[in-house]
């Protein structure tokens, strides 16, 4: 809204990551989602039967809160950007400089393993999981990968993959690119250029930025670091752990404007964050 007052034409891109795979079962979900550990979260079905996927139901989450506070956003899904292609000059690009990449990921954050492997994740044709398997090779002609789904390890589980080595078409929406320069392909294919993010995923960023400065000569788009949210206890807030503080739990409680002076306020250094503040910061807002 500020850019579109100063004339520039401008939207927020709320973007789902429903092509990753779920690591964990978030506190207070059921645990028949076990056996889906490992799968794309579209993929999966919606343990509460009120979405088409456990994918669009955490993403509604989002939408809805978004809604409430009246934002104006253009939703997309990754499920959607890479079924249609949106991103398969840019995957091809990166998986043809594959080696260089490789080389700066373990300069810029230290891991080693995408020197040895592809920077992409295909989802097993076989045990239809996505974090099981390890691309190997790319036939850039064809604009397909080689892969094999073996045993990983996410989290504090290990997922059992079914041994299965096959191909993968990499335009047709059956894999995604790995965090480490998934960032920058999107950036590339929808323009981007503003994307805060937090400081747990520095390193990626970073990496992000070179690739599409170097590979995808794409200017990387201007960033803002903010720190963490913590709850009362000094742990992070996260939705596997279900301490998360929605909006949509906010507003039972306080106003819009208690929320926006929450995330605007300052954005540098670690707060712990509470039900307990709201009243302090309705108050601070009706001061000012």
């Known amino acids: 809204m500020a850019l579109e007052n ?15 795979g779920l ?12 056996e889906h550990l490992g799968k794309r979260v579209s993929d999966i079905p919606d343990p509460f039967d009120c979405h088409d996927s456990y ?16 934002i104006e956003y253009d939703f997309r899904r990754a499920k959607e950007t890479y079924e249609k292609g949106l991103l398969k000059d840019q995957i091809h690009t990166i998986l043809i400089n594959s080696k260089k990449i490789g080389e700066k990921i373990e300069e810029l954050s230290g891991q080693e393993k995408y020197k040895n492997i592809l920077p992409y994740f295909a989802v097993c044709e076989n045990c ?3 974090y099981t398997t390890e691309s190997i090779d790319y036939n850039s002609d ?4 080689k892969y094999r789904c073996n045993d990983a390890t996410i989290g504090s589980n290990i997922v059992k993959g079914c041994g299965h080595e096959g191909e993968s078409d990499i335009t047709k929406g059956h894999g995604k690119l790995a965090w480490k320069v998934e960032f920058a392909a999107r950036w590339q294919a929808f323009d981007v250029r503003f994307e805060a993010y937090g400081k747990d995923i520095m390193d990626s960023v ?6 599409a400065d170097e590979i995808l000569k794409y200017p990387h788009p ?29 507003l039972k409680y306080g106003t ?3 929320i926006l002076l929450l995330l605007y306020k300052r954005i540098t250094g670690a707060r712990e964050l509470g039900f307990e503040d709201i009243p302090s910061l309705m108050n601070e807002y009706n001061d000012m």
């Open 256 to 258: 819009t404007k208690s």
């Open 222 to 250: 201007h960033h803002v670091r903010y720190e963490m949210f913590l709850d009362k206890g000094g742990k992070k807030i996260s939705k596997s752990l279900g301490n998360v503080i929605t909006s949509q739990k906010w």
């Open 128 to 130: 239809n999981k996505i």
């Open 23 to 34: 690591r964990k079962i978030p506190e207070g979900f059921p645990s028949s989602l076990n």
């Open 6 to 20: 100063f004339g520039y034409k401008s939207k927020l891109i709320a973007y789902s990551d429903d092509s990753d």
């Open 55 to 70: 994918g669009m139901h955490m993403s509604s989450l989002l939408l809805e809160g978004l809604d409430e506070l009246k």
């Open 142 to 145: 064809e604009k397909k990968i």
């Open 206 to 211: 970073k990496v992000n930025d070179w690739v």
